[in-house]
């Protein structure tokens, strides 16, 4: 937790979900509209498919709906993409980019991520920007060198505290079930804060620093106690609205 940073808990559905599913999103507007949860920003992001229903549905509560990746170009031949403008189209609001399993599974590195963050930003929608160390990474005792060059590799010249968020999410600790201690959470953390310090200056002090890995409701009040965490990036504890409300509720419990 930062003093004075808006939290912001996120579900990232995957490639997870059809359209029974939106009972789901349905719920979770249900449960966040509660006065309790108003310190709290909540995001879901579904697959491309169901973004445009989720915001209809999202339209009259706080929830927020995004994507999960962008194209780097507006329109263009690229068949299978979907562009940051598409998604802004649809009444998005966020988009993830850079996450781990692009990163791997797709070969994006770090100047196609900072593309793809430079179109979410200038489709006026908020980039959640992925970075994480692989297990042998961590082994090798080169977590910190690693997030160092992500995010120069990947935050562009435009991020502020308004358009980009940062998760820190170990790729070892993605759908496994294991995190990091808690000392190594607030190391990480610390370490990002001062890194984008140094090059955006006060925008880095407000910027949202989220950790995302096996978040789970018996973990989350624990992880967002941790100095500089400012929310959680979550996969699958997001897919039901019982899981992801009850990680809300931790969060909130804390902010008192
Ligand atoms: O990759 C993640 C969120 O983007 C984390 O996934 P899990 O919460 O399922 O570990």
Not at 36 to 61: G, K, M, Q, S
Not at 104 to 114: A, F, K, N, P, S
Not at 218 to 240: C, P, R, T, Y
Request: a negative charge.
């Amino acid at each position: 937790m930062t003093p004075n940073i808006r939290p912001l808990v996120a579900g990232n559905w995957k490639m997870n979900g059809l359209r029974d599913s939106l009972a789901e999103i349905k719920a979770i507007c249900e449960g966040v509209e509660e006065p309790h949860f108003e310190r709290i920003d909540t995001l879901i992001c579904p697959p491309a498919t169901l973004v445009y229903v989720a915001t209809a549905l999202a339209e009259n509560c706080a929830l927020h709906i995004g994507g999960q990746d962008c194209h780097s170009q507006e329109s263009g031949a690229f068949t299978g993409d979907v562009s940051a403008a598409m998604l802004a189209d649809c009444l998005a609001s966020y988009c993830i980019v850079g996450h781990s399993e692009r990163r791997t599974l797709h070969g994006e590195d770090d100047l196609t991520v900072r593309a793809k963050a430079e179109a979410a930003i200038a489709a006026g929608l908020t980039a959640i920007i992925c970075i994480g160390e692989t297990e042998d990474e961590r082994r090798a005792g080169k977590t910190l060198d690693v997030l160092r060059s992500q995010l120069s590799g990947s935050v562009p010249e435009t991020a502020t505290a308004a358009n980009t968020v940062i998760a820190y999410e170990p790729v070892w600790a993605i759908g496994t079930g294991l995190t990091p201690t808690t000392e190594d959470i607030a190391a990480a953390h610390a370490f990002m804060r001062q890194a984008l310090t140094m090059r955006l200056a006060d925008e880095a002090q407000a910027m949202r620093l989220l950790y995302g890995g096996s978040v789970k409701p018996g973990n989350a009040g624990e992880l967002m106690a941790i100095e500089n965490v400012d929310g959680a990036l979550v996969g699958g504890a997001s897919l039901k609205a019982e899981d992801f409300l009850a990680i809300c509720e931790a969060y909130r419990a804390l902010l008192g």
